[in-house]
């Protein structure tokens, strides 16, 4: 699955030249995008190029300089709190709680997102069982192998049933066969409706998403399918694509 046609129109993540400088310096530089519901939205740029600074803006963590955006119906600037509450977030460190229990973990993240507990038991065991992790239930996180991690860290972050997921390299340091299960999990997310937000730096898995956006110096550069990318850049893979875009950036660190 890397492309597919959207047949509801139905926009989760609205965003109309959001700005956002730091004195003089212009992090993320007036840039405008939809978002629909169940989009698997890849959002690429090298070190530098803004797109840490606009993620933490559309996750209600910092406020815009100028222009407006809306995550799952609610204003970044003014509903931060009901923002966090409808979606997830994974990073490269997975978020997880290491010197805590597998179901430790579950069910402490359920509080978090506000689930009631009755809720948070039933899914805890629901969950165990379809990770396939019910006999290390009681085993410390730090415990588990890497690949196992980032599948609980994943499965954490949707466990309140969120409207968007953002997903900030979570695929880092992890091996190709494990990179690809994960995406087997985003696919299934995906068509249950929950749209994924992603950043990453292997442009093999940017082939994997509806519609890619490429960063640079802060603007939006090139937003399509990856078929329509590669073919408006006349090249054979994303990885040309990005590298040819990445060749114009003119700052390095973000």
């Given at each position: 699955?890397?492309?597919?046609?959207?047949?509801?129109?139905?926009?989760?993540?609205?965003?109309?030249?959001?700005?956002?400088?730091?004195?003089?310096?212009?992090?993320?530089?007036?840039?405008?995008?939809?978002?629909?519901?169940?989009?698997?939205?890849g959002?690429?740029?090298?070190?530098g190029?803004?797109?840490?600074?606009?993620?933490?803006?559309?996750?209600?963590?910092?406020?815009?300089?100028?222009?407006?955006?809306?995550?799952?119906?609610?204003?970044?600037?003014?509903?931060?709190e009901?923002?966090?509450?409808?979606?997830?977030?994974?990073?490269?460190?997975?978020?997880?709680?290491?010197?805590?229990?597998?179901?430790?973990?579950?069910?402490?993240?359920?509080?978090?997102?506000?689930?009631?507990?009755?809720?948070?038991?039933?899914?805890?065991?629901?969950?165990?069982?379809?990770?396939?992790?019910?006999?290390?239930?009681?085993?410390?996180?730090?415990?588990?192998?890497?690949?196992?991690?980032?599948?609980?860290?994943?499965?954490?972050?949707?466990?309140?049933?969120?409207?968007i997921?953002?997903?900030?390299?979570?695929?880092?340091?992890v091996?190709?066969?494990?990179?690809?299960?994960?995406?087997?999990?985003?696919?299934?997310?995906?068509?249950?409706g929950?749209?994924i937000?992603?950043?990453?730096?292997?442009?093999?898995?940017?082939?994997?998403?509806?519609?890619?956006?490429?960063?640079?110096?802060?603007?939006?550069?090139?937003?399509d399918?990856?078929?329509?990318?590669?073919?408006?850049f006349?090249?054979?893979?994303?990885?040309?694509?990005?590298?040819?875009?990445?060749?114009?950036?003119?700052?390095s660190?973000e």
């Amino acid at each position: 699955m890397s492309e597919k046609d959207f047949n509801s129109r139905e926009i989760v993540i609205h965003v109309d030249r959001l700005t956002k400088r730091f004195g003089a310096f212009i992090a993320v530089d007036c840039i405008s995008f939809d978002v629909e519901k169940g989009e698997i939205f890849g959002f690429l740029g090298a070190n530098g190029a803004g797109k840490t600074t606009a993620m933490r803006m559309l996750c209600g963590l910092s406020k815009p300089t100028s222009g407006k955006a809306s995550v799952a119906g609610f204003d970044i600037a003014k509903e931060t709190e009901k923002i966090k509450k409808n979606i997830g977030y994974m990073s490269q460190k997975f978020s997880l709680y290491e010197d805590l229990k597998v179901w430790e973990n579950i069910r402490l993240f359920g509080g978090i997102y506000g689930m009631k507990k009755n809720e948070i038991t039933s899914k805890t065991e629901q969950l165990l069982h379809t990770l396939g992790l019910a006999d290390e239930r009681n085993m410390l996180v730090k415990s588990l192998p890497l690949g196992w991690k980032q599948k609980l860290a994943f499965s954490v972050s949707i466990f309140h049933e969120p409207k968007i997921v953002f997903l900030d390299e979570p695929t880092g340091g992890v091996d190709p066969a494990t990179r690809r299960q994960f995406w087997e999990l985003i696919y299934e997310a995906s068509e249950r409706g929950i749209t994924i937000f992603v950043t990453t730096h292997y442009m093999d898995e940017a082939e994997y998403c509806n519609r890619v956006s490429i960063m640079v110096d802060g603007k939006i550069k090139a937003l399509d399918t990856p078929s329509n990318l590669k073919h408006q850049f006349d090249v054979a893979n994303m990885d040309e694509v990005f590298s040819g875009l990445a060749r114009t950036a003119k700052r390095s660190n973000e």
